[in-house]
């Protein structure tokens, strides 16, 4: 029965893929450019009374922090999965292999 070779290297370069076009310009700017969007809207969803108040103890800071990291994370790692994907899609296929792994 043949099956597709499933060899560790491909395996290690695609996500070696996924690490390079993560920090790619086009990346980090729309990644930047979510988070911007979507970082404020959540800051006010989540911290109404200190925005109200314009109190920010660094406990508050470190919440609003994460608040824009999480959507700018996202971005940046389904980006980066597209291009990988798109890469590996316009790559020659996979050699088989007549062995079972």
Request: aromatic share 8%.
């Amino acid at each position: 029965m043949e099956s597709i070779a499933r060899d560790g290297p491909k395996r290690r370069s695609r996500w070696r893929t996924v690490l390079r076009n993560w920090f790619l310009p086009a990346t980090v700017k729309r990644a930047i450019g979510v988070a911007g969007i979507v970082g404020p809207v959540l800051t006010m969803i989540n911290q109404p009374e200190a925005l109200l108040a314009l109190e920010f103890p660094p406990r508050v800071v470190l919440k609003i922090a994460l608040t824009f990291l999480v959507p700018y994370s996202v971005s940046s790692y389904s980006s980066a999965q597209a291009l990988a994907q798109a890469e590996f899609r316009d790559a020659p296929p996979p050699t088989r292999s007549s062995e079972m792994r």
